[in-house]
Each structure stands twice: as structure tokens, then as C-alpha cells.
């Protein structure tokens, strides 16, 4: 994988997730959706980056080539969703209390996040989907409500981009 791109690209998307986790896999599923999909522009970094996005969020506030737009897609466990759900959150609407929240389940990193927006100017958008499954040991499949999530996501992020 060329990590330089998200250096170099107008827009990356990161997916975010472990794919031993049962749903927890969505980002790397959607990437592999993505990188499937004919149209997508070449200025357009896609990248899976498993459960390693804090180093890559910190080595974009530190750089002095930012893209325009990131797109961090991860599956989350909101309380009130119906699995399968999609959403968009806003990093300023993140609750403070997961800052520092790491666990497979929530989306990364958010105090990194809001320090990436408050330094620079890139446009970032975070998509989730309620999980349905996230298993206690190691289990690869994803829930029939999360396979179903993939394509309205693919389908949001070519709208954005």
C-alpha cells in the first residue's frame, strides 16, 4: 500500500477496523467495495488502515501537504441505533468521554480528529454503521445488517467526493 497518497491525493478515505471482530470489519470492507467501484476519481486515496489510524492522523497534522478531504469510516456501538444503520458524526458532536475510549468498537481516535480540524482546513466526515455483531473472541463474518450498511456508505462517499 502507497501511504504517500494520503499526502498527495485531493481526498483519502481511511476505513477503519479489525476484521477478526465480526462487524468491527466494516471499514476494510467498505475500502475493498470502494476499490472495487469503476468511477473513482485518481486523485482519491482509499486506504485500509486496520486499527493503526492514530499514527496516520498524526502524521497529517504534521505535515505540511494535507488533501482536502478525509473520510474515516468505522462501525460503532451508539446506544438507540437499529444495526445496520448509517450515519454521519460530526467530530464537534463526539462525546468528550471518548476521547480516550480506544476499544475496538468506537471510532478512533477523536481527540486526534478534533485536533486535525482545529489545525487545519480539510474537510472531515466521519461515517459509521451500527454494529449488529461484534463477537468476545476472534470471528471474521459480518452481519447480514452490516453487509447491507457497505453499499450506502460506498454510495455517501461517492456523493462526497
Known sequence: MDWSRMFNSRVVVFGCGNTLFGDDGL???????LKQEQDIPSDVAILDVGTSIRPLLFDLILSDKHPQMVIIVD?????????????EIDVDEV???KIADFSL???????LLQEL?????IDI?????????????MDETLSPEIKAAI??????????I
Open 151 to 160: 453499499p450506502q456508505i460506498v454510495q455517501k462517499i461517492k456523493a462526497l
Open 75 to 87: 462501525a460503532t456501538t451508539q446506544s438507540g441505533r437499529k444495526p445496520g444503520e448509517v450515519f
Open 125 to 137: 466526515h466521519i461515517i459509521v454503521a451500527q454494529t449488529a455483531y461484534v463477537p468476545e473472541k
Open 27 to 33: 471499514g476494510p470492507a467498505v475500502i475493498e467495495a
Open 105 to 111: 468498537h468506537q471510532f478512533p481516535t477523536t481527540n
Open 117 to 121: 480540524k482545529e489545525a487545519t482546513d
Open 95 to 97: 462525546d468528550p468521554k
